[in-house]
């Protein structure tokens, strides 16, 4: 018998198999549920700070995304529970719904959660083949297409002043009107809670209008301990999320770590050079979404780079983006529109930091 007809004999025995050294024993519907897990701390003290609105808006957007997605894999005559159990589509759901304000109405998160489901997701094949952050493609839509709804956040702590109940806060998502039907004093108050803007806006639209630095770090908004009052909190809560995801490794540690040191060495420069126009590096850090952008949206396996060295180049840039667009773009925060960018530019990052094969 040559060897030729030996090999096809042994080809019919042959399996392919984890090396007896390695134990891979997180599967994806794991990985996901655990990455939902430890955002937990962070959305019970933005649901302390900002009411019940965002776990209503957690709520509408897993319903919204398991229904959509659902239609498409019926649609594209795939297992749907097969494909559901990977748990995706909630991990998705929760970014975008802890991203939005918490008393947007009830068709913001709807729409932008089946956007982000079947335009960014589905369209391109589903998990595994979206070029970016589904989550954030979501995001930018609202952002883009409903500026007002996304902007009207409320005041922390000020919702329970006023004794604004779960069933209000309900009634306020899902009945635009709801104000009519109540008391004049708590028109008044609502109308002041829900129309306040972030740290970081409220930073960048008083320094266009001339105020002095001095005097808006005075702001109520901004007079928290390390950063934007409630915002610092959320913040410091996503990077305890954040650490224990990489000790229990389900992200790398290049993508935030680079994030977060090349906004402190930007924003460090800038406020050195020019204290009186420009904002403290705490401010950067523990204000809008930073925490949450560099653990939690950034590492996304899939749209992030996957080289050593890419991922460092994609943390690095990542962090350069929401300095420049925090400080000279439109836009007060920047997060979502500086990992999609990154994400563009990820096939070149992989691409010129592939490590060398070995034996060359």
């Known amino acids: 018998m040559n060897d030729q007809s030996t090999l096809s004999i042994v080809d019919k025995d042959l399996y392919i198999a984890s090396l007896p050294f390695s134990n891979a024993s997180k599967n994806t519907s794991r990985i996901m549920l655990l990455v939902i897990f430890f955002c937990i701390p962070g959305i019970m003290v933005q649901i302390k700070y900002f009411g019940y609105g965002t776990l209503i808006q957690i709520i509408l957007a897993i319903i919204s995304a398991v229904l959509s997605e659902s239609i498409i894999l019926k649609l594209r005559k795939l297992p749907i529970i097969f494909h559901l159990s990977d748990n995706s589509a909630i991990l998705t759901a929760i970014l975008l719904a802890i991203s939005i304000p918490p008393l947007a109405p009830w068709w913001v998160i709807i729409i932008g959660t089946i956007f982000s489901i079947i335009i960014a997701k589905q369209i391109y094949g589903g998990l595994g083949q979206n070029l970016f952050n589904p989550a954030m493609v979501g995001y930018v839509v609202l952002l883009i ?3 007002v709804q996304m902007t009207h956040w409320s005041l922390p702590n000020e919702l329970s002043s006023i004794k604004f109940s779960f069933q ?19 028109i008044n108050s609502i109308s002041d809670i829900i129309t306040q803007a972030t740290p970081l806006d409220t930073f960048k639209t008083d320094l266009h209008s001339g105020y002095n630095i001095h005097k808006i770090l005075k702001e109520p908004i901004l007079t928290g301990t390390l950063a934007g009052v409630g915002w610092e909190w959320i913040n410091v809560s996503f990077l305890i999320g954040g650490f224990l995801m990489i000790i229990y490794r389900l992200i790398y540690w290049q993508i935030p770590v680079s994030i977060l040191i090349t906004i402190i060495f930007c924003s460090s420069i800038a406020w050195g050079l020019d204290p009186n126009h420009q904002a403290s590096p705490l401010i950067h850090l523990f204000s809008g979404a930073t925490m949450l952008g560099a653990f939690f949206i950034a590492t996304d396996p899939i749209s992030a780079a996957t080289t050593p060295y890419g991922r460092i180049i994609y943390g690095i840039l990542i962090g350069m983006l929401i300095w420049l667009i925090r400080v000279y773009g439109g836009y007060s925060d920047g997060v979502a529109f500086a990992v999609l960018l990154a994400n563009i530019a990820v096939p070149l990052i992989d691409h010129y930091t592939q490590p060398n094969v070995y034996g060359y």
């Open 145 to 147: 297409s409903f500026p």
């Open 168 to 186: 209000d806060t309900l009634l306020s998502i899902f009945i635009e009107n709801f104000n009519k039907n109540i008391g004049t004093d708590i």
